[in-house]
T-cell receptor
Framework: KAGVTQTPRYLIKTRGQQVTLSCSPI?????VSWYQQTPGQGLQFLFE???????NKGNFPGRFSGRQFSNSRSEMNVSTLELGDSALYLC??????????????FGNGTRLTVT | AQTVTQSQPEMSVQEAETVTLSCTYD???????LFWYKQPPSRQMILVIR??????QNATENRFSVNFQKAAKSFSLKISDSQLGDTAMYFC??????????????FGTGTRLTIIP
């Protein structure tokens, strides 16, 4: 069974631009979460979707948004990019509603560099 | 808000030896979950082991075991018979069930573990 797939693996953007990252969860998984990983702030929760509904959101500005499609694939969008948005963005999926009983499976991430 | 602290930024150990990674956390919750994740150079986060706070028995997964001290809010990871493939960043993580299905992980800053041949 294929794992969590994130595309693209690397992305370079300029300040002020916007970017869309994609995540395809493991087949059958309905919950998708997004995390931002930076050397300074570590791993921080962005948001979580289940059955196309955002159930939980971290403390990020409104420039960060996401959505989930009916096939459980998810996208996150960052508008008006800032240098501080440079990070590894990790997507994770889980089978059931509770990610304890069905642990998170992470993708390899998208490395975003903002210049 | 919950916080997770990993006080060892880097550690190294000889192959086949045992190593213990430390983690402390701060919470006022009584029911929660704790995890150790591993992130090798491939960048993919891999679940190593998990523990439910209401279970007194320490979790064990093959060569990996934890020492969970609820009163001290400590959750250390012991790796026995360490192997070269254990080289990775290790993250301790906390999860408080907000309500069913709305959990999120709070991670520590990580410990970079290097296994020396």
């Amino acid at each position: 069974k294929a794992g969590v797939t994130q595309t693209p693996r690397y992305l370079i953007k300029t300040r002020g631009q916007q970017v869309t990252l994609s995540c395809s969860p493991i087949s059958g998984h309905r919950s998708v979460s997004w995390y931002q990983q930076t050397p300074g702030q570590g791993l921080q929760f962005l948001f979580e979707y289940f059955s196309e509904t955002q159930r939980n959101k971290g403390n990020f500005p409104g420039r960060f948004s996401g959505r989930q499609f009916s096939n459980s694939r998810s996208e996150m969008n960052v508008s008006t990019l800032e240098l501080g948005d440079s990070a590894l963005y990790l997507c994770a999926s889980s089978l059931m509603e509770s990610s304890y009983n069905s642990p998170l499976h992470f993708g390899n991430g998208t490395r975003l560099t903002v210049t | 808000a919950q916080t997770v602290t990993q006080s060892q930024p880097e550690m190294s150990v000889q192959e086949a030896e045992t190593v213990t990674l430390s983690c402390t956390y701060d919470t006022s919750e009584n029911n929660y979950y704790l995890f150790w994740y591993k992130q090798p150079p491939s960048r993919q986060m891999i679940l190593v082991i998990r523990q439910e706070a209401y279970k007194q028995q320490n979790a064990t997964e093959n060569r990996f075991s934890v020492n969970f001290q609820k009163a001290a809010k400590s959750f250390s990871l012991k790796i026995s018979d360490s192997q070269l493939g254990d080289t990775a960043m290790y993250f301790c993580a906390f999860m408080k069930p907000l309500d069913f299905g709305n959990e999120k992980l709070t991670f520590g800053t990580g410990t970079r573990l290097t296994i020396i041949p």
